[in-house]
């Protein structure tokens, strides 16, 4: 390898891409055209970026097998930064094994710290923990322990486990600032900042407040029974009881927990779950129908008793129940959830980590865009959705994953 090329792959190292184009920027040989491609990444001009390194990838001979997998990785990061979804995975693992066959440690756990990344944006939180797995970090260059760092506390801050989310923290900042990359450290405040911002709303007894992370998982380990509105679940310290495709009982069982230690009226019943202006005696039998399915949905959690004027919840275990929601209540929240990461998002990679049909995705994004709450560019396949910052909104709590504590 010239000097050049050496001198600019320490300038890319290094963050500095204008630096590493000034010794390659002129040249089309194959080791040129990846790291142009890889500088005009860091510049956020991806579709040159892409354009680049396929050119590289090309160029390079059938037995430059490493240097090919190496380009395969430099796209498979410009992917999932601009949030292609779609990207095909088996491509980037097989060029991991490939690094990894020749010795190539450094771009291996790179690839790797990638395939996590993918799996932690989507939801699957087991899957990434158990790439990550036996990976030491601490002969990593800096650059590459921050994001095995900001992996680890991803995951600990999906499953609401706040002391090894900090832990992970503190230790992304440590090498972030051993890296000397401006950007690196502005990634790691940023993802720090989740621990010191509201993450949810708690109320008890007709009371409300806001609260931090680290109080939502004492509050999940205290035996309160929780209605828990931003996974749309019921839960003790013990057991959940998952109501995601039960929207009608979910609506009830809050509805009953915000009433608590009161009875909830079946007025008021009628028109949180059937949204029932005038009810007449179709609405009252499809109550009732209604409160026998949630008594025996929530029988290991709370009995559902009838009163005089309506229903009531009587914990089993808990001495208090709580109703954990959303900072601010948005009818899209999830996608909005997604959108405040401050990247550029299509229809197609929202629905890939929503778990929701496109069409779905797509007719939230239009409604939201109606009210002025994301905005759209480009056209065709290339359009993509973002959003200005919410203040106090949209929580992780919102984002998918094996739900904390009981189930991991």
Known sequence: MDSLITAAAQALAAGDPLAALKRVALRDDAPALALRGIAMAQL??????????????????????????????????????????????????????????????????????????????????????????GTDPAPLPPALRVAHALIVAGIAIRRVQTKAARGALAQAQEAAHAAGIPALAAEVESASRVMETTAARVIVRGEERPVMLDEVETLLASGTLVIDACRNVVRDDRSVVGLTTRPVLFALARALAEAWPGDASRNTLLARAFRARHADESHRARLRVEMGRLRAELRGLTDVSATRHGFKLVPRRANEIAVLAPPVEEPHAAVLAFLADGESWSSSALAIALGASPRTVQRALEQLAGEGKVQSFGRGRALRWTTPSVPGFPTTLLLPGPLPGVLG
């Open 44 to 133: 956020g001009d991806f579709a040159r970026a892409k354009a680049l390194l396929k050119s590289a990838a090309r160029a390079f001979s059938p037995r430059e097998a490493m240097a090919r997998a190496r380009c395969v990785v430099a796209e498979a990061e410009i992917a999932l930064v601009s949030r292609d979804l779609g990207w095909p995975a088996r491509t980037l693992d097989a060029a991991r094994a490939t690094l990894e066959a020749h010795g190539d440690a450094v771009n291996a756990a790179h690839a790797r710290n990638l395939e996590a990344r993918r799996l932690l944006l989507i939801g699957r939180l087991d899957e990434a923990e158990r790439l990550l797995a």
